[in-house]
Nanobody
Framework: QVSLVESGGGLVQAGGSLRLSCAIS????????MAWFRQAPGKEREFVAG????????EYGDSVKGRFTISRDNAKNTLFLQMSSPKPEDTAIYYC???????????????????WGQGTQVTVSS
């Protein structure tokens, strides 16, 4: 079983930068894809970025491509999301998620992820 805890959210000005962290505990030795999703009020949960567990292969949502970077520090069992040049429309609760052990393909569909963190609020001011 894997547990996830996000941190690093807060208020940031448009054009600034912010780094979100997701502490991973439990079956950290298993191989599985991980991702960041976000959900704004009244909207569906949206795929932001994904990373395979077995290789440095990433995918990004169209709205963040070129601005956000997903990475993982295996020594620290932590997943990161570096947010550069955020925009007010990036305001949302950000969640990290893990697929079940053995499922290493990146999926953009929330139901494909079996473990979720509690979320961290990011607010981008204009």
């Amino acid at each position: 079983q894997v547990s996830l805890v996000e941190s690093g959210g807060g208020l940031v000005q448009a054009g600034g930068s912010l780094r979100l962290s997701c502490a991973i505990s439990g079956r950290t030795y298993s191989v599985y894809a991980m991702a960041w999703f976000r959900q704004a009020p009244g909207k569906e949960r949206e795929f932001v970025a994904g990373l395979r567990g077995s290789a440095p292969i990433t995918e990004y949502g169209d709205s963040v491509k070129g601005r956000f970077t997903i990475s993982r520090d295996n020594a620290k069992n932590t997943l990161f999301l570096q947010m550069s040049s955020p925009k007010p429309e990036d305001t949302a609760i950000y969640y990290c998620a893990a697929r079940r052990p053995g499922y290493d393909a990146i999926s953009r569909r929330p139901p494909e992820y079996g473990t979720w963190g509690q979320g961290t609020q990011v607010t981008v001011s204009s």
